[in-house]
């Protein structure tokens, strides 16, 4: 199944204004690359509510964005041996977002990384 993709506000007001229009909704889904089923439910709320905006959801909200992750991530593989709380200073110093080492350590866990100990210790027999 290919991922799905959200519409921007702008294409969801422009699916709108076409099927205000009298186009068909199967058109306005070619039009924007989506399922019919996606401009039905637009058409939906558009009707329902009168705004074209999505709903809030449920949930706290992420204190990263996506290019903070991708630089969690490429801080991770540049120096394999950085801690997590290195890397949180990285971030803070760099973007100013201030996050906690655990945040670090689960945005490497979601890339299959893994942020080292900071303690080098000697190998056993």
Known sequence: MP???K???LDRGRAIG????GVAARQVAQ????????????KQRFHATGRVQERQ?????????????????RQAMQQRMAT????????????????????IRNRLHNFGLRASLGV??????
């Open 3 to 5: 991922p799905r993709r």
């Open 7 to 9: 519409l921007s506000d």
């Open 18 to 21: 076409w099927l205000q229009d």
């Open 31 to 42: 039009r924007l690359a989506v399922a019919p089923s996606v401009i039905i439910r637009l």
């Open 57 to 73: 959801r449920s949930g706290r909200p992420r204190v990263t964005t996506q290019r903070e992750d991708r630089f969690i991530q």
């Open 84 to 103: 997590a709380n290195s890397i949180r200073q990285r971030l803070q110093a760099t973007t100013n977002t201030v996050v906690s080492g655990q945040t």
């Open 120 to 125: 080098q210790s000697e190998e056993q027999p």
